[in-house]
């Protein structure tokens, strides 16, 4: 049987992050994933899959020495964030106004993962097994005992279920989850066109749901079209030529001529885990909470996770203390999960604001949106919440 201090089961964006956080430990760490990213080459057309990530999660990217590879690969800077309903009834923030350079970066998501395997490899006490995965877990007096897809069997002292919404290392405990599927669903379609706005991320809110550009480059970008579930399902049936001439005639007039390269279509659940802990078996980023992804946070919370508990572990392998001990657990837990239930609400009441078409209603939130625009140092203090400053 093998053993390790920290088993890691997935290797996506949060996971791997969590590793290279927990790298300096020195604890022998073992990251388990499904499957291999596929490498970068610059002529690839961008990927469906895209985050948009804050300042913070830049910076805990540059803490894990991922950041300098990620921008090798690719990654876009955008300066200026706009929410409107009606035109003239706008909310810009402007990074400008908080003397930053950027909002946030465009990256895709599996540029992230490479540039964290990347750095992972230099670790000697980080080992990647890949392809590989969890078919069970059995909680120990030690910690766990844990059966791979390949037969092998290992022993770690903590394990970390990194393994997404659909977490089958949570399915070997007992937290319950809290969970509900929303009205609508999304598309997300990737493009090509020649008059982009490169430096400025939209949402244009509609009765049916957002339309959103979110710019990849200069002259690539990913839109995002919200809408009922039926809606989007006959769109994912339509080829690139007819979905393009759909998005003519229900997103803003502001792309000028292009094309559309790639969509595809998914589900929106809220979830959330009514516990982060249970033994030596602690929940991190999709694993513990989805959420509406509305205004693109969702890493950005899992990334938060990664640090809360890689500060805690720090904490007690510098002080010579046990890393497993329940107590810096739960702190990890009462850090994160009023965190993450704070921003599922502030979503949802986004959601359902925006998502009705009564006249009154529509009224008011325009008018809201236009005195946020208005009010200075109150909208420059939301724009740094958001962007983890
Ligand atoms: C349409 C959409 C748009 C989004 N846009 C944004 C955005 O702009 N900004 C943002 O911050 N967030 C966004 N999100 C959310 C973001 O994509 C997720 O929060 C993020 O991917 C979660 O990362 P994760 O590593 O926790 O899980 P995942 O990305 O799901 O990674 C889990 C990993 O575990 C592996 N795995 C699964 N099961 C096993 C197993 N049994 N054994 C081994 N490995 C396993 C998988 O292969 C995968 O690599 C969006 C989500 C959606 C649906």
């Not at 005992?145 to 919404?165: E, F």
Request: glycine share 8%; with cysteine.
């Amino acid at each position: 049987m093998e053993q390790c201090d920290i088993a890691i089961i997935g290797g996506g964006m949060v996971g791997a992050l969590a590793a290279a956080l927990l790298a300096p430990t020195g604890l022998q760490i073992r990251l388990v994933e499904a499957k291999a990213p596929t490498p970068f080459a610059p002529e690839q057309a961008p990927d469906l899959r895209v985050s948009s990530l804050s300042a913070t999660s830049v910076r805990l990217l540059q803490q894990a020495n991922a950041w300098a590879s990620i921008m090798a690969m690719r990654a876009w800077p955008y300066q200026r964030l706009e929410a409107y309903e009606w035109q003239g009834f706008n909310t810009t923030f402007n990074a400008e106004d908080i003397d930053c350079a950027f909002l946030g970066y465009m990256v895709e998501n599996r540029l992230v993962q490479l540039g964290l395997w990347h750095a992972l490899a230099e670790w000697q006490n980080v080992h990647i097994d890949c392809p590989n995965g969890l078919t069970d877990l059995k909680q120990t007096d030690q910690g766990a005992t844990l059966t791979l897809n390949n037969g092998q069997v290992l022993q770690a002292k903590l394990v970390l279920a990194c393994d997404g919404a659909e977490s089958h290392t949570r399915s070997f405990t007992d937290i319950g989850m809290t969970a509900w599927d929303y009205a609508q669903s999304c598309m997300l379609i990737s493009m090509q066109g020649d008059a982009l706005e490169p430096d400025t991320t939209w949402q244009q809110f509609t009765p049916s749901g957002p339309r959103a550009f979110l710019p990849l480059g200069l002259t690539t970008g990913s839109l995002v079209w919200y809408d009922q579930k039926h809606r989007i399902k006959a769109l994912a049936e339509l080829d690139n030529e007819a979905l393009a001439e759909q998005v003519r005639l229900h997103f803003p007039d502001r792309m000028g001529h292009f094309k559309v390269l790639d969509k595809g279509q998914f589900a929106l659940r809220r979830r959330h885990a009514n516990q982060y802990v249970q033994g030596c078996v602690v929940l991190l980023g999709d694993a513990a909470h989805t959420i509406n992804p509305l205004a693109g946070q969702g890493v950005n919370l899992g990334f938060k996770d990664a640090q809360a508990l890689s500060d805690i572990i720090h904490h007690a392998v510098e002080g010579g203390l046990d890393f497993t001990d329940a107590k810096g657990l739960q702190r990890y837990q009462q850090q994160r999960r009023g965190d993450n239930l704070l921003m599922q609400g502030a979503m949802d009441v986004c959601y359902h604001t925006f998502s009705n078409d009564l006249l009154p209603l529509k009224i008011l939130r325009n008018l809201g949106l236009s005195v946020a625009e208005r009010s200075g140092p109150l909208k420059n203090k939301v724009m740094k919440y958001a962007m983890g400053l």
